[in-house]
């Protein structure tokens, strides 16, 4: 791979034009400072500066085969100069073969594909289908959850993303999902943490009415929340208080799905199978957008003679099908799932155990595939974060200092409030894992200093 040469006038007016003129996600417009790519390749991306990042983010965790997959970017080309586009209402191959391709991999008998432009309108469909499915109102969603920017969608996420949203009645109750490094029910066994939060949620059914509860919605794998491996037993509990109250299960596989965990989805890691999943991301590595929710048989015959009252001017929009079509082929045929499986056991787990052992700052080591999380504390004991909950500015120095130290060595870090997690893409080396692993070494010392 060879990154462009140097061109620091041309990144100065790509940076320039987006200062003046883009509006960014999540951000104070003047406080930001956008990194100028110039290119990206694989694992790596690089700046006009020559400068190159191993990205152990995969974008915003998506990328899981990578940038610029030439097999994928040929699909895309080719679609385009056949039929770059046309209206959801006709069938048309690369749509249906995505589909086909999509529900053969699918948990369970979820058979039925709607597609739509990314995560967060999956999840506003996967409600809205689940209400009209049961003719109830409200939606059970967990605390420490992302289920995306729309409004319904940030009215169900459990982050602090929702505070400035929250419309305050949106039919939407919240619940704690089990979570032992943080337990809120008193556990230290994660059998209890499993029993109790099944009790816990048991009740709030109770309490809020089955008889009102639409859906209850859980990211299999909360991703952005910490990569919270739920419990063995926990999402089977679930799926069986579902069965018992006529709940639509929702499982969110936005980003634990196509790989992530070392597993097709996140809930063949648990033998689980919902009334509705939603996707996106990992779908295509995010090279066109594209999300959707997979349906059960059940849920889609009560539209079979009724119409669905939804719909996307771009569902199923050609251009991302067909970079779907080949990203599931790539992923069957390189065996990507399998290296997330295998290199996350052997390389990444021992990894980042050995990091833990020679970083105070580390308090816990958690996930599985390419999904992990570091949770870095100022005091092992206590378990104190090492920035507070939603820190911003000064309150963040030290989760600042831990990324910069990261891409100073070369390695482009996700950070969320007192986590990195190490998400690279599904389909990573063994070689660029350790050289990632050595710049977190160094970035990790940074961040001893605050513990
Ligand atoms: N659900 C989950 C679990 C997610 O992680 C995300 C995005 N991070 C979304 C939904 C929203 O997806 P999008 O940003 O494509 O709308």
Redesign the pocket.
């Known amino acids: 791979m060879t990154p462009h040469l140097p061109d620091p006038q041309a990144g100065a007016a790509v940076k320039a034009a987006d200062r003046a003129h883009v509006f960014h996600s999540w951000s104070a417009q003047d406080l930001i400072d956008p990194l100028a790519v110039a290119g990206a390749e694989g694992s790596y991306f690089w700046d006009y500066d020559g400068k190159r990042y191993l990205d152990f983010t995969s974008g ?2 998506y990328t899981n085969i990578g940038y610029q997959h030439p097999r994928v970017v040929a699909a895309i080309q080719e679609q385009a100069a056949t039929m770059t586009t046309f209206a959801p209402a006709f069938a048309v191959e690369a749509r249906s073969e995505a589909a086909r391709l999509i529900a053969e991999r699918t948990p369970g008998d979820l058979d039925r594909i709607f597609f739509t432009n ?4 999956a ?1 506003e469909h996967a409600v809205r289908m689940a209400r009209l499915h049961t003719g109830r109102p409200k939606v059970l969603s967990a605390y420490r959850s ?4 729309t409004q319904q ?1 940030v009215n169900i996420t459990g982050d602090p993303r929702r505070w400035a949203n929250d419309s305050g009645t949106n039919g939407v109750v919240r619940f704690w999902a089990p979570f032992l490094y943080r337990s809120r029910f008193y556990a230290e066994t994660e059998e209890q943490e499993c029993a109790r939060a099944l009790e816990h949620l048991e009740t709030t059914i109770a309490f809020e009415g089955p008889g009102t509860i639409a859906a209850i919605i859980l ?1 299999t794998v909360p ?2 929340a910490g990569i919270m491996m739920p419990p063995p037993g926990y999402l089977a509990g679930v799926r069986e208080l579902c069965d018992k109250h006529g709940i639509v299960f929702v499982l ?1 596989e ?2 634990a799905g196509f790989g992530r965990t070392g597993e097709w989805f996140a809930a063949d890691l648990y033998g689980v199978v919902p009334d509705l999943m ?1 996707f ?2 990992g779908v295509n590595s995010g090279y066109v957008p594209l ?1 959707g929710v997979a349906i059960s048989p059940a849920i889609a015959e009560t539209f079979g003679r009724r119409p669905y009252p939804g719909g996307l001017t771009y569902s199923g929009h050609p251009l991302a099908c067909a970079a779907a079509v080949a990203t599931l082929r790539v992923m069957a045929e390189e065996g990507v799932v399998e290296n997330a499986a295998r290199l996350g056991a052997s390389v990444v787990e021992p990894a980042l155990r050995a990091l833990a052992e020679r970083h105070t700052c580390v308090g816990e080591v958690r996930g599985t595939g390419m999904f992990w999380a570091l949770e870095l504390v100022r005091n092992r004991e206590t378990r104190e974060p090492l920035v507070p909950y939603n820190a911003v500015g000064e309150a963040n120095a030290p989760m600042a200092a831990f990324a910069a130290a990261a891409k100073e060595h070369g390695l482009w870090p996700f950070v969320n409030m007192n986590r990195t997690h190490v998400v690279p893409p599904c389909n990573v080396t063994e070689a660029e894992l350790k050289e990632g692993f050595e710049a977190l070494d160094a970035a990790l010392s940074v961040a001893d200093r605050y513990a």
């Open positions: 915003l965790v990314g995560g967060a309108d999840v992302y289920h995306g920017g969608a990211e991703g952005t969110d936005v980003m939603t996106a991301k999300g």
